[in-house]
């Protein structure tokens, strides 16, 4: 698997020689003019990404692939770590998001966990209630009409798509979706509304349903009971 590393300074050879461990062929960028010739002339299973990069920051060169339509996971590591800036890196198109001090373990397996799932994103298409996502190209259309979405809508909605008509935690969509363990429920509700709204317009019905204290459902009707199993207890729940 192909891995870049932009990241300024000494950092990138370090992370490499970590990774060239892991039987990972990585290739680095010391500036983000530099990392995105690197990112377009390529094909990266993962980027793993300073946000502060020179040159072009590495923020300014993730919004360049996006807009190029460049799918590949990106993990942001950033020196700075309050709400805002998270969900900045989140919005300019980051998988995950990694704040200083972190450690090299911590770094692995938040690389691993990106690339299961980009292993895992591979395969035939999805189909449900007249949408079509290609998990290869990361495109969805809707009654043959393409449907822009953003880095992060995208992964929400394949998310849903593999799992029609079952309810999924916020939690449970936290770590599947943006590879963190600490993800801020508040920015999970704001891209699954956006994603929500946008599907409803295409799609001239609503298939993404509240269900009010637990999270979410993917499905075409609106309003029926749903068994939901937790701790070994069932219980009924509505959902709108």
Same mark, same amino acid.
């Given at each position: 698997?192909?891995? *870049?590393?932009?990241?300024?300074?000494?950092?990138?050879?370090?992370? /490499?020689?970590?990774?060239?461990?892991?039987?990972?062929?990585?290739?680095? !960028?010391?500036d983000?003019?530099?990392?995105?010739?690197?990112a377009?002339?390529?094909?990266?299973?993962?980027?793993?990404l300073? @946000?502060?990069?020179?040159?072009?920051?590495?923020? &300014?060169?993730?919004?360049?692939?996006?807009? %190029?339509n460049?799918?590949t996971?990106?993990?942001?590591?950033?020196?700075k770590?309050?709400?805002d800036?998270? !969900?900045?890196?989140?919005?300019?198109?980051?998988?995950?998001?990694?704040?200083v001090p972190?450690?090299?373990?911590?770094?692995?397996?938040?690389?691993r966990?990106?690339?299961?799932r980009?292993?895992?994103?591979?395969?035939?298409?999805?189909?449900?209630?007249?949408?079509?996502?290609?998990?290869?190209?990361?495109r969805?259309?809707? %009654?043959? !009409?393409?449907?822009?979405l953003? !880095?992060?809508?995208?992964?929400?909605?394949?998310?849903f798509?593999?799992?029609?008509?079952?309810?999924?935690? %916020?939690?449970?969509?936290?770590?599947?979706c943006?590879?963190?363990?600490?993800?801020?429920?508040?920015?999970?509700?704001?891209?699954?509304?956006?994603? /929500?709204?946008?599907v409803?317009?295409y799609?001239? @019905?609503k298939?993404i349903?509240?269900?009010?204290?637990?999270?979410?459902?993917?499905?075409?009707?609106?309003?029926?009971?749903? *068994?939901l199993?937790q &701790?070994g207890?069932?219980?009924?729940?509505r959902?709108?």
């Open positions: 698997m192909k891995i *870049l590393i932009a990241h300024g300074g000494s950092v990138a050879s370090t992370i /490499k020689s970590k990774l060239n461990v892991e039987k990972l062929e990585v290739y680095t !960028a010391t983000g003019e530099a990392g995105l010739k690197l377009k002339a390529n094909q990266f299973e993962l980027i793993v300073d @946000s502060q990069l020179p040159g072009k920051d590495g923020l &300014s060169m993730l919004k360049d692939l996006r807009a %190029k460049n799918q996971p990106v993990l942001v590591l950033s020196p770590n309050s709400s800036d998270i !969900a900045n890196g989140f919005d300019s198109g980051a998988d995950a998001f990694l704040s972190w450690v090299f373990p911590e770094l692995l397996a938040r690389v966990a990106l690339l299961r980009s292993d895992w994103s591979r395969g035939a298409n999805l189909n449900f209630a007249g949408l079509r996502l290609d998990p290869v190209a990361h969805v259309w809707c %009654k043959n !009409a393409e449907m822009p953003s !880095a992060k809508e995208y992964r929400f909605l394949e998310h798509m593999r799992h029609p008509r079952q309810v999924l935690t %916020k939690e449970a969509i936290a770590r599947k943006a590879a963190e363990t600490s993800v801020f429920t508040n920015g999970i509700d704001v891209h699954i509304y956006r994603l /929500k709204q946008k409803q317009r799609a001239d @019905s298939l349903h509240n269900v009010r204290g637990v999270g979410y459902i993917f499905c075409e009707e609106e309003g029926a009971p749903v *068994l199993a &701790s207890h069932a219980r009924w729940l959902y709108s």
